[in-house]
């Protein structure tokens, strides 16, 4: 199966489906703005996106995201934790800026048992966004051990590595990700997978409340 079904298609915007392999750099940050992520080139350097939390107040996690574009301030992809009735992780990804279900671009779930150390997340892209369906892509691999991939029937469209931190980053929080995507792959869209994992496997409960009083 082709990514994602047709070769020259974008999930969130074409202007991130590059022709080529590239590496971006996804590091945890703080700002006045609240906790967040700088991505960024991994070759170059140069800003690519941003995210940040959704909304402003006493209160702020990352629970609830926004992913920019790092020019433009533009906002690709509105994400924040679903509520489960069965203890499961669940995000969801909305296009724009806040989460309205017509704008929900894909559901990902934690498939992974609490006695498993390896990732097991099904991607159930609009349409199919159930989660009971099988998975329109799926991650697989060791979140500990630092590698992950992201596959599309079968096929590898994205490899997701953590960065080992020393003693004092991760007693610090810091928290950082090579994200290697395929060509014609959206980047925007790997790096929220990115972004979810992240607090999938590192959650901050401090608030549940969101800006766009959105409600399951």
Known sequence: MPWPWESTAALVDARFCARHTTTLSVTRSSSLRGHGFDVTDA???????????SYFGHYRDLRTLLLLGAASRHPLLFVEESTSLIGMGRWEAFRGRCGRQTDRLFLAVDKASFFQLTANVH??????????????????????????TVSCGGAVVAQIDRKKNTFWGALWGERAYNVRVNPGVDQ?????????????????????????????
């Open 43 to 53: 070759a170059t350097g140069a800003a690519v996106m941003q995210v940040e939390t």
């Open 123 to 148: 991607v159930f892209l609009d349409g199919n966004s159930s989660g009971q369906a099988a998975p329109d892509l799926a991650v697989h691999g060791s979140y500990y051990r630092g590698a992950m």
């Open 188 to 216: 925007a869209f790997v790096v929220a997978l990115t972004v979810v994992l992240d607090q999938m496997h590192n959650p901050d409960y401090d608030s549940r409340s969101s800006s766009c009083g959105h409600k399951k």
